[in-house]
T-cell receptor, first 112, second 110 residues
Framework: EAGVAQSPRYKIIEKRQSVAFWCNPISGHATLYWYQQILGQGPKLLIQ????????DSQLPKDRFSAERLKGVDSTLKIQPAKLEDSAVYLCASRSPTDTQYFGPGTRLTVL | GQQLNQSPQSMFIQEGEDVSMNCTSSSIFNTWLWYKQDPGEGPVLLIA?????ELTSNGRLTAQFGITRKDSFLNISASIPSDVGIYFC??????????FGTGTRLKVLA
């Protein structure tokens, strides 16, 4: 079975620019997560979707971050405008019906 | 709030040695997951545990779901250089939201 797909794998932008990340979860997984992982730390949940609805976005900096999952399948995460402290790896994950979470390879964002 | 205390933070071991790491919490969980993350990659699932007391193996890896549902451990037997990486525990209390440990950085000396 195909895993969680993410693109791009790497992105370098200047501060105040915009960036978008894409994720396609494992087929049939209703729950999708976006995490931010700062170097040396564990993943931090940004937003959780159940189908196309938001379950938890309490830690999403909504003044600059937005995410959508319009058709309940793939999802995009956007940052506008980016700040230096947004440099991190952005991980997408999906949850199986047996309560197991699978991660994609991540997008490494560098903000200059 | 809920948090997972993962230890040790880091360890250096000789190739061939056995490794043990654990995660503890004051909260009760329904699911424990163990991941390995290599530099520049996403976490890869190693073992999933769903029942208190469950002991599950995956090759040289063995993990157990603590009877109290508040802890879990991961053992690696006969370590090899490719075991190098960061190991994370994650747990879910049934809300579909996973809590992560702070990671154990493993370095294997050949």
């Amino acid at each position: 079975e195909a895993g969680v797909a993410q693109s791009p794998r790497y992105k370098i932008i200047e501060k105040r620019q915009s960036v978008a990340f894409w994720c396609n979860p494992i087929s049939g997984h209703a729950t999708l997560y976006w995490y931010q992982q700062i170097l040396g730390q564990g993943p931090k949940l940004l937003i959780q979707f159940q189908n196309n609805g938001v379950v938890d976005d309490s830690q999403l900096p909504k003044d600059r971050f937005s995410a959508e999952r319009l058709k309940g399948v793939d999802s995009t995460l956007k940052i506008q405008p980016a700040k230096l402290e947004d440099s991190a790896v952005y991980l997408c994950a999906s949850r199986s019906p047996t309560d197991t979470q699978y991660f994609g390879p991540g997008t490494r964002l560098t903000v200059l | 709030g809920q948090q997972l205390n993962q230890s040790p933070q880091s360890m250096f071991i000789q190739e061939g040695e056995d490794v043990s790491m654990n995660c503890t919490s004051s909260s009760i969980f329904n699911t424990w997951l163990w991941y390995k993350q290599d530099p520049g990659e996403g976490p890869v699932l190693l073992i999933a545990l769903y029942k208190a007391g469950e002991l599950t193996s995956n090759g040289r890896l063995t993990a157990q779901f603590g009877i109290t549902r508040k802890d879990s451990f991961l053992n690696i037997s006969a370590s090899i250089p490719s075991d190098v990486g960061i190991y994370f525990c994650a747990a879910n209390s049934g809300t579909y939201k996973y809590i992560f440990g702070t990671g154990t950085r493993l370095k294997v000396l050949a």
